[in-house]
């Protein structure tokens, strides 16, 4: 099923809540309006939160021939997405699975939905390094897995994890294609002045140590989840957000061909 996708992208975070899943739907929209057909899949069994940022609580995903038909976000079909929160009969049930069962769930959203032809699958994944990562990882390492984005917050305990998912990455054969620094200051809306809550600069510090490229940093502005809640995309609704400049430049970075990649000598 994964043979017509031509890029997969893993959205990793050493900690919760730094907002990856926020990262992942915004990466999504900015893809999807530079043109490509994206795919989002969201591995987080446990706390499903994608069809909760997309505002598609209410889809339900149908079975063709082929397998499962993800739910697209969108007129066009340009953005489709798949999570067990759809195939959960209330929202408010929760997933209380051992590994096993976990594996072979996410081992079937890897092999049983037909993404058909598309661009770019990010796969949003749970926090930390969990069996979940590594049922992804075996399973993408071989297809078209151009690597994964690290999100970090500026806060020093932030980043020591995610330290972690680097040496994760590393260990598993996964490229890093960078990372992200997320709430990263807040924007205030009536002076644009950037007062810096947590710190800053932590995530770029730990790029330049670890020789991995920076991404950008991401401020926080309440309009990112008024947007994405509402399934607008910042990058189309705010133009004046810096996050919408981010997200422009990390598209640019991403969709750059990988140095090295075609020997596999791709930096990890
Ligand atoms: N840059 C930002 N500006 C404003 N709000 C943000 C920003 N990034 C994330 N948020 C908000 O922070 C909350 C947590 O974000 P999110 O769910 O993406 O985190 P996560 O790392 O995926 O969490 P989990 O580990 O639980 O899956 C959400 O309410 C989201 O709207
Ligand atoms: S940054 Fe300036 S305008 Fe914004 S709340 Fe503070 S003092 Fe007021």
Redesign the pocket.
């Known amino acids: 099923m994964l043979s017509g996708v031509k890029h997969i992208i893993l959205v990793l975070?050493g900690k919760?809540?730094?907002?990856?899943?926020?990262v992942s739907v915004l990466l999504a929209i900015a893809l999807k309006e530079c043109g490509y057909k994206v795919g989002l899949l969201d591995v987080?069994l446990c706390?499903p939160?994608i069809p909760y940022l997309l505002n598609l609580q209410e889809k339900d995903v149908h079975q063709c021939p082929q397998g499962w038909v993800p739910v697209y976000s969108d007129q066009d079909q340009n953005l489709a997405v798949m999570s067990i929160g759809f195939l959960l009969k209330s929202k408010n049930d929760a997933v209380v699975w051992r590994g096993p069962k976990k594996h072979a769930m996410i081992k079937q959203f890897l092999t049983d939905v037909y993404w058909q032809d598309i661009d770019y699958l990010i796969i949003d994944t749970?926090?930390g390094t969990s069996d979940e990562h590594i049922t992804v990882m075996e399973n993408v390492r071989s297809l078209n897995c151009d690597g994964a984005i690290l999100v970090t917050t500026p806060q020093a305990v932030a980043i020591e994890d995610v330290r972690k998912e680097l040496t994760f990455c590393r260990k598993t054969g996964i490229p890093v294609l960078g990372v992200i620094e997320?709430?990263s200051g807040f924007v205030c809306p009536t002076c644009s002045e950037c007062t810096n809550i947590f710190s800053s600069g932590g995530g770029q510090s730990l790029a330049n140590i670890a020789d991995i490229p920076f991404l950008g940093c991401?401020?926080?502005?309440?309009r990112?989840?008024q947007s994405?809640e509402k399934e607008q995309s910042c990058v189309a609704k705010i133009p004046d957000s810096p996050?919408t400049a981010v997200f422009k430049d990390m598209v640019k970075i991403l969709t750059k061909p990988i140095a090295g990649a075609e020997d596999g000598t791709a930096e990890t």
């Open positions: 975070s919760g809540g730094v907002g990856k899943s926020t987080d706390g939160s749970p926090p997320n709430m991401v401020p926080i502005d309440p990112v989840g994405v996050v």
